[in-house]
DNA sequence: CGTCTATTTGAATGTACTCAAAAGCGGTGG
DNA sequence: CCACCGCTTTTGAGTACATTCAAATAGACG
């Protein structure tokens, strides 16, 4: 719950709340939490493991666009926040356990605490601008310095995450990363 | 002020009051609201004219991120809510009128009327799922399915955008995106 | 009008991809 | 505990997509 005292503070009742609200679950590795064209039901929250957020093109091929490992938060914000069918997919990349927020519980909790509008306001914040930058550095970038910069900042990501899938991230496919890689 | 009435609903009194915080502007083409390195005391809300949200990078280079025309709101999110120097820059690329939104306005207003912090999350929420998607179409797609998705995205902006802006924004260059105009 | 910038066109180059085959690795069952 | 199967990674050759460089043309604006 240390997570919430990045943005609000809470007093025990508030912590207890939210806690009750939260649903644990522990799930083995490529379970999948949410399926393309399904309605996102809850947002996760990693405590242990690792989610990619990946949507399936038409021709099959997957393509990752966010893994959520210990203390992220993993949601396709627009099926969730709009309950529509969701364009990504949600899976485990190893055994984890993770934390459900549902929708309904999460609406109720703007009621009850609003100080959760700003916590959430301001997790999103975050999120938009990681995605500005990663924009950024896509369309000005080639793929070797975008791998670079992958590798500076997410050391540990590297380690636990196999090439197909980091390829899939960056946008190149894993027989370009092999070769990226020899030349280290 | 009907914006404000996409996602909340403000009483005349409400209205009042956000419209005495902002500020009104009649900018030139080519005027720099913000410059990278600076701190962004505002966020823009477009009411004539488009903005754009730019990176330079260290070969002098510029790499649009996003063109905001009319009803659309243009900041370096990161730099605003953090008030930190920003990574981006913002200019016009027409003769525009932006009203200016303050941090400490609005920090104000999230005290004062707290639904300000829902309606900036619903905002910022879709600018997020906005960026999700660009970035998944971006790592799966080639340019030229890119430039036709633009093309029916925002076929107002087609018209009113220059070559080399537009190939900036998808991350060609513009020789290349005449090549793609040529063969329509 | 004249200047400056943007766009077009063509040729040569480089970056990243596809296809194919071999080698490596991990999990499972005998 | 080893052997096998399937999936991932490596390696190489050939190809396609997108870039750079250069020069000519077109458009915008004072």
Redesign the pocket.
């Known amino acids: 719950m240390a997570n919430f005292a990045m943005h609000i503070t809470l007093d025990p009742a508030e912590t207890d709340y939210v806690q009750s609200i939260l649903q644990h679950k522990v799930i083995k590795k490529n379970t999948v939490l949410l399926n393309s064209g399904d309605v996102s039901r809850y947002v996760y929250f990693v405590n242990r493991g690792c989610l990619r957020l990946y949507h399936t093109d038409s021709t099959g091929l997957e393509h990752n666009l966010s893994f959520s490992p210990e203390n992220w938060w993993s949601s396709d914000i627009a099926s969730f926040s709009g309950q529509r069918p969701a364009f990504y997919s949600i899976s485990a990349l190893e055994d984890s356990d993770v934390f459900c927020l549902s929708y309904d519980a999460l609406e109720t909790l703007y009621i009850q605490i609003p100080k959760f509008e700003r916590f959430f306001r301001i997790l999103t914040q975050n999120g938009f601008s990681m995605y500005q930058r990663r924009m950024t550095s896509n369309l000005s970038k080639?793929?070797?310095e975008r791998y670079r910069h992958f590798q500076k900042k997410y050391p540990y990501l590297e380690q636990r995450i196999?090439?197909?899938h980091i390829a899939s991230y960056l946008?190149?496919?894993?027989?370009?990363?092999?070769?990226l890689?020899?030349r280290t």
Chains 1, 2 share one sequence.
């Open positions: 080639p793929a070797e196999t090439q197909k946008g190149i496919t894993p027989v370009f990363l092999s070769m890689r020899r």
